[in-house]
């Protein structure tokens, strides 16, 4: 296997799969942007908030007794990485257990995360890993362009 940005982005999950959501970053560039996709009704917008701890996502936490995104699988498109995953949770106070599969996108620039957007349809986040590339490429690019990355 060779090294590539997908490597850079598996601590990350070490950590958010033990449900620790707390580090900050090497990899994560100073001015990063993050935040959900509109799929996640009063959560959606990207933006940069390095604040911490981070208030959106306390917001978020708050909900839960437990939250953890694990990786099921890294795909590499030049210069982002969308990593499909499967979320689990307990609600806090009800019990309810969830498991929801999503993705996580990530867009590199010189080995640092400059953008991070959470979805819950992955579908939806391949499409807009290609969307976005086609627009700055000129050109039009597909799901099949993706390259998926060994575990």
Known sequence: MTSGNADLIRPLFEEWGRGNWRPRFDVYHPHMEWGWSDEYPGLGGVCEDSRDPNPRMRAWLREWDDW????????????????????????????????????????????????????????????????????????????????????
């Not at 806090?92 to 620039?109: E, T």
């Not at 995360?113 to 490429?137: Q, T, Y």
């Open 68 to 151: 953890r995104a694990e990786a099921d699988e890294y795909l590499e498109l030049g210069d982002y990485v969308v990593v499909l995953t499967t979320y689990r949770g307990r609600g806090k106070g009800s019990g309810v257990q969830v498991r929801q599969p999503g993705a996580h996108v990530f867009q590199l620039r010189d080995g640092q995360v400059v953008r991070l957007e959470i979805f819950a349809d992955r579908k939806r986040a391949i499409e807009s890993v290609s969307a976005g590339r086609a627009s700055r490429e000129g050109r039009a690019r597909g799901p099949k362009d993706a390259l998926p990355v060994e575990r």
